[in-house]
């Protein structure tokens, strides 16, 4: 049964290997996806209008935190007695419940608009990709992480990164 699959595979793409030296003038490019993401400005600016949207929350789990864990430790001391302990006690959980759904809360806030962030930035990248592809008349972009050579030559992830760029510097927020 193996032997069978690996013939197929090795058939396979000696086909492919035949048919893309068939074509006359395959041109093929690659880009470097990650390295496209954090270089260009709209990514920088995206993960501090992040950082400010969620900063507030962020802090208010930090002062919730110290808040707990001043009573906490007044607890732990033995510093409260009868009623009073019993009080820091139910105030306690309270602040740990509050703390537990406030974070579980930002997180999912955080993590649907970064996903959001990601989807509108990955499409100013495929618009600039089809555009220079377009523009070079080529007919197959690989994502580098996918593949295992390509000479720099066939790297248009600068050209890319430039092209973003300049969409930010004239004020396109598409």
Excluded: W
């Amino acid at each position: 049964m193996f032997k069978k699959t690996l013939a197929a595979v090795a058939a396979a793409a000696a086909l492919c290997v035949g048919s893309v030296q068939a074509a006359d003038n395959v041109n093929v490019a690659v880009i470097n996806v990650p390295l496209i993401m954090h270089e260009i400005p709209q990514a920088k600016a995206s993960q501090e209008a992040l950082a400010k949207e969620f900063g507030p929350r962020q802090q208010e789990l930090r002062t919730l935190e110290e808040e707990g864990k001043k009573l906490a430790s007044q607890l732990q001391s033995g510093s409260l007695k009868g009623e009073a302990a019993t009080e820091a006690q139910r105030h306690l959980a309270q602040l740990q419940s509050d703390f537990n759904l406030k974070a579980r809360a930002l997180q999912e806030d955080a993590n649907k608009r970064g996903q959001q962030e990601q989807v509108r930035l990955g499409t100013l990248v495929q618009q600039a990709v089809d555009a220079i592809a377009k523009e070079r008349g080529l007919q197959l972009v690989l994502r580098g992480d996918s593949v295992v050579y390509a000479v720099t030559a066939i790297d248009i992830s600068q050209d890319v990164i430039k092209r973003v760029s300049a969409q930010q510097a004239n004020g396109s927020k598409k």
